[in-house]
Each structure stands twice: as C-alpha cells, then as structure tokens.
C-alpha cells in the first residue's frame, strides 16, 4: 500500500463545559484532522494533542508544522506492506508522537475499510463492548463536584476519575468518598507533585483508590518507583510512558502496577498493541486513557480499547459530554451498564460528517 495525498484540516470545537486540570482549563478544542488517500480507498485520523504544550510537548499549531512540513512528507509515496509499517515511516521524528500517531492511524482505517472490516477487527480486538469511566476536571467547589459524580453514575459509568492538584486533594477526596463510599474512584495528578509530598501521597491509602495516576514528573519512573514502595494504592503511569521499552523499564523497576494506554501518546495503533502484549502476558491491568478527542479519534480509542488487555474502564465516553453535536454520526453512546458496544460498519465504524466537519474547519491543507 501507498498514500498518495493527505489533507489536513484544523477545526474548532467548543466543549460543553470547560474541563480544569492541574495544568489548565480547556474550553474550546483545536482539533487536527487528517484524511489519508492512497490504493483508491481513504482513512481518518485525529491528532489528539492539546493546544499548547502543557500536559506533554506537543499542541496544535506544532504538530501541524510537523505533519505538514515533516511527518506527511516522510510518508507520501512509500511503499508499505502493511499498516504495521506506517511507524517507521515517521520514526526518524524524535518525540512528536501525538501528530506522527495521527497519521499512522488513519493508515489502520485505510486499511480496514479496503478489507471492508472494522478497525477493531484488523487490529486483533476481543471485547464485544468496551468498559467506560469518566475523567471529571476539577470543580469550583465539592459541592460542584458531587453534583457531577451523582449524575455520572446514574448514566451507568463504572468508574469515577478526579482531577487533582496541590491544595484540591486530601480533604476533597474524603468529602468524595464519603458520600460514596463503594465507587471505583481514582485521582489523576498530572504531575502536579514530587517526592517532597510523599506523606500527603500515602494519606490518600485511606481512600481505598483503585489507582493514582501520574502524581510526579511527566518524564520519571525513578521518583515513581520511590512513591509506589511507599503507597498500597496502585500507581498507573500515563505521560511517563510512550512505548512498549518504557512500559518494559518502568515494570522492572516497579515504578507503577497499572498502565494508561493512549493512542497518540504512544505514536499510533501498532505501538499500543504492544504496549497492551506485553501488559497482557504479565497480568498488568491497561486502560484507554483520553484526550478530549472529538468522533474520530474517540473512535479510534474504542476500536483500540477492544484489545484483551483493557480489563479496567477507560476514560472513553460518550460524545453528548464533550459536544453539544460530535462529527461522527451516530455520536458515542454509553449502555445503561457502563459500556460503549464495538461497531459494526467497516474502519473506525462510525459515519465521518464531512459536511459538518467543512463547517467547522478552519484551515486545511493538502500534502501532494
Ligand atoms: O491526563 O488523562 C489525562 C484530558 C486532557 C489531557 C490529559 C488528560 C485528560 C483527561 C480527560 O483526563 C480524558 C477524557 O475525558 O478524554
Ligand atoms: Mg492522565
């Protein structure tokens, strides 16, 4: 296989509330849409970078430079056996895995659909339907937050994940837990700490939390594995890991005991496979971690989260939480039980609204 042609778009999408982490407040996404063309047929991908460079390096405005100046060139014309090899099309590219990833995708959905089966299938998935959570960003005040959590669970999501930061912890996670004390419940620090907050960290045992994610530094394992010999509750890793070697690395020092799996972050569809083997044969739990993604890149979560190894629920959910109206037709829905059911149709399974993704677009360029 070859592409010939990759169109890039940028959109704008106003989230229907804005979500706050330790690192910022996001309101309204800039999203990057690539469509790849190549052996008559055609696939989609979303670069699921923020917009600036604050929870990993990348943001908006870069990656589009590097898909447009770097990654799409490297990939235009290059003859490919299999979607297996987009990677290494890009991989002279140091970091920038959220844009390369976005290509590298849309080669997988090119791919399906000219099998004419869904991603989920060409990429080995098992799960007929998908365990979902939510990620809820921190609130003005508990009472804010506990209005949140109470609607979430009546929608039927089986896991509660809070955002936290220095001075929105402890005592916010004790008013959480006590009104609901049998919820799977975990925090998300984004790297808002450091080894000096050691004792606030294990104070948080109490709370019984299925795991704490990345509480220190975005590039160590070391500090991490410090905390874990320290902490009972499980630590996940989330920006620390962005390959199966760093997976292998931080599994051998014990730096975490559960690992966030996501797309971009990983550089694409075949990185995270082995991310999820390698998990797999060792009996460490994966999950699908999000990004805010709009249709397509949610969708290529969903197709990605089907693989054996997403055992705990993923930050996947519903469209209508994000977007008042998705670019993907039917929108994401979530079961009464929790769960996002795996598509049927051919490719990421969903239906691409071009005409309302045209409406959003911004800029668009084509690479030749
Ligand atoms: O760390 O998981 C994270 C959103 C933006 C950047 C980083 C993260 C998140 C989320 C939201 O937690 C997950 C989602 O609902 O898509
Ligand atoms: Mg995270």
């Known amino acids: ?31 990057i849409l690539v469509k790849v063309f190549g052996d008559g047929g055609f696939g989609w991908g ?17 990656a589009w430079l590097l898909l447009r100046d770097y990654a799409g060139p490297y990939t235009l014309g290059r003859e490919i056996g299999s979607p297996e090899e987009a990677g290494a099309l890009t991989s002279r590219i140091r970091g920038n895995r959220m844009a390369r990833a976005s290509i590298e995708a849309a080669i997988w959905d090119l791919e399906a659909r000219r099998q004419g089966i869904p991603l989920w299938k060409l990429l080995g998935g098992a799960q007929e339907e998908i365990p979902c959570g939510v990620s809820i960003g921190l609130q003005e005040t508990d009472a804010l937050l506990l209005r949140k959590i109470e609607t979430e669970l ?7 994940k809070l955002k936290i930061k220095p001075g929105r912890d402890y005592e916010m996670v004790k008013v959480v837990r006590k009104e609901f004390p049998d919820i799977n419940l975990t925090v998300d620090a984004n790297s808002a700490y450091t080894l000096g907050d050691t004792e606030l960290l294990t104070r948080l045992d109490e709370f019984a939390l299925m795991l704490i994610e990345q509480p220190l530094a975005c590039d160590d394992i070391i500090d991490h594995a410090e905390l874990q010999r320290h902490l009972d509750t499980p630590i996940c890793l989330d920006e620390s890991i962005l390959g199966v070697e760093d997976a292998r690395k931080a599994l051998s020092i014990r730096a975490c005991r559960i690992i966030n799996i996501k797309l971009g972050r990983v550089s694409g569809h075949a990185e995270a496979r082995k991310i999820e083997a390698y998990c797999r044969e060792r009996d460490v739990p994966v999950w699908c971690g999000g990004m805010l993604e709009a249709g397509i890149g949610r969708a290529h979560n969903i197709a990605m989260a089907t693989l054996p190894g997403f055992v705990l629920p993923g930050d996947v959910s519903a469209s209508k939480r994000y977007w008042t109206e998705d670019i993907i ?23 691409v609204n071009e005409a309302r993704i045209d409406a959003l677009t911004l800029r668009r360029e084509v690479i030749v």
């Open 154 to 160: 009546a929608a039927g999501y089986q896991r509660i």
């Open 1 to 31: 296989m070859k592409i010939d042609r990759i169109e890039l778009r940028e959109i704008r999408l106003p989230l229907v509330a804005p979500f706050e982490t330790s690192f910022g407040v996001t309101t309204e996404r800039r999203i």
């Open 46 to 62: 979303e670069c699921t970078c923020n917009e600036g460079p604050f929870y990993n390096h990348e943001g908006t405005d870069m």
């Open 329 to 351: 037709t039917p929108p994401v829905e979530v079961t009464a039980r929790g769960t996002i059911p795996r598509p049927t149709g051919p490719g990421i399974g969903y239906e």
